[in-house]
C-alpha cells in the first residue's frame, strides 16, 4: 500500500468480497456518524485543555478511520494521538484532520460507486 494514498484498496476490496457493497455503504455511515461525535469531542477536548481527552478521543478515531481503510486520516491521527503541542496547535491540526476525513470519505464514496 502506497501511504499517499488515501483509501487502504487492499482491505476495502476484501471488504467488497467478503462483506458485500451493502455491507461496506452501512459501514461508511456508521463511520460518518461516530466521526462527527469524535471530532467534537476532540474539539471540546482542546478548548479544555485536556491531553487525557485529546489522547482519547484521537485514539477512538484512529481506530475508527482504519478499520474503514481510510489510510491518511489513520496515519494523521497516530500522530495526533502523542502530540503534546499546544493546544492552539492542536486546534490548527483539527483543521487539517477535518479536511482530510472530509476528502477521505468522499473518495470512499466515489471509490464505492463504481
Known amino acids: 500500500m502506497n501511504k499517499n494514498e488515501q483509501l487502504d484498496l487492499n482491505l476495502l476490496g476484501d471488504y467488497l468480497t467478503n462483506l458485500g457493497k451493502p455491507t461496506l455503504v452501512k459501514m461508511i455511515a456508521l463511520y460518518e456518524q461516530q466521526v462527527a461525535l469524535y471530532l467534537q469531542n476532540i474539539e471540546q477536548a482542546i478548548a479544555d485543555e485536556s491531553q487525557s481527552l485529546w489522547q482519547e478521543h484521537c485514539h477512538k478515531m484512529k481506530g475508527a478511520a482504519g478499520s474503514v ?16 503541542e499546544s493546544f492552539a496547535t492542536k486546534a490548527a491540526e483539527l483543521d487539517k484532520l477535518k479536511s482530510l476525513n472530509k476528502k477521505a470519505t468522499a473518495e470512499f464514496q466515489q471509490w464505492l460507486s463504481k
Not at 481503510?69 to 503534546?84: A, C, N, P
Open 69 to 84: 481503510g481510510l489510510t491518511q486520516v489513520h496515519l494523521l491521527l497516530v500522530t495526533l494521538e502523542k502530540s503534546t
